[in-house]
């Protein structure tokens, strides 16, 4: 069998149509029982050049939960324009970085036995890089192994990206508690006085950029307003906090964006790698944006078990909701046969998902219908395993975290 990377590089692009993506990717399962999640490879390959187009040159480092299947990470770093992993846990991070060198943590850690494994470690140490926006990170890691026993460990700076408007007030996601140059150059400082520890990097994620569509049909406009402001404002304040640690500490990066932001965060010239991952897959929240339209590579087939009513259609399963606010746009969206829809009072479910539409009355028990998720990643921690598909062909499989007996979050 072929690698992951040569079948990448060896697929073809999609066709265009719709019926006859889906159709192809239901015969080329034909002979497969149960649930079942694809990858075609020519979408995939696709959205990775496409986004490193996107990108104009700045390297993109691979944000790994948004993938959670080893293959594909390695396979798109081997890509031009990819460079380096943005974990989202520390146990992830280690385990990565061995076969990587250049890890860094996307999220603050308290894991103290992986702090340990960590501290233990001269080439984790080397490899892996920690990020903090207080000072208490710092303190639980002196807490577990104390500076004099263990090598350096490496820091970055996680800046709160977010826009306060002056009359909306937090515009954003709630991560870091520095927003402002002073803070930021304030916690950079106390981080170099800190015997054990090493600052080497800066992260400023644009959430209501980068992950909030402005193609979804409502309220676009008020949402372009706020991200032209949002963007104006932080290309000014970026720029200050960069300036401002520049005196603190040799920095190595200075990291932004992600896949919906990609242009703006490279236009940054204060901005030396982007982030991405979800563009890969393509979830289906990446299909309301007006500048990219990723060719939806990720996607999961149910079998109908049952007919309650002829225009009802029965699937086993299905009950796969993304994180974030519990609303419609975070459940699994049916998209073969055209048409179909989840009810009202039902949705998604953990054991069934009625589907109710005019092509329900074609389906049959045991005819096959395609969902893709909404988030990119999170559908890996439903299944073992990726088939890999070349247009109507299963070319391989890849075993996604939960594939390879790794539960990390």
Known sequence: MVSFGQAMADARQPAPDAATYWRRQTDAIADVSGPVATLHLGALRHNALDMAVRAAGVPIRVASKSVRVREAIDATLALPGYAGILAF???????????????????PTVDRAAILALAQSE????????????????????AVVPPRARPAIRVAIDADASWRAPALGHIGVRR??????????????AITRRDGFRLVGLMMYEAQIAGQGDATGTGDGLIRWMQQRSSAELLERRE??????????PLEFVNGGGTGSLEFTASDQAVTELTAGSGLFAGHLFDGYRV??????????????????????TVLG???IASGPPVASRQPKPVWPQGLRT?????????QTPLQGEAARSLNVGDRVWFRHAKSGELAERV?????????TVVGEAPTYRGEGKAFL
């Open 89 to 107: 846990t520390l146990p992830e991070a280690l385990w990565l970085a061995e076969t990587h060198d250049d890890v860094v943590l996307g999220y």
């Open 123 to 142: 080439e984790a140490c080397a490899r892996v890089t920690l990020m903090v926006d207080d000072l208490a990170q710092l303190d639980v890691v002196d």
């Open 176 to 189: 870091s508690p520095v927003h402002e140059p002073g803070e930021v150059a304030s916690l950079a400082r």
């Open 240 to 249: 200050a906090i960069v300036a401002a640690l520049r005196p603190i500490a």
């Open 292 to 313: 990219f339209a990723p060719q939806p590579a990720a996607a999961f087939s149910l079998e109908v078990v049952r007919k309650p009513t002829p225009d009802i259609a």
């Open 318 to 320: 299905g009950g796969w």
């Open 343 to 351: 009810l009202s009072r039902e949705g998604a479910g953990e054991v």
């Open 384 to 392: 073992e395993r990726y088939l890999l598909l070349d247009d109507d």
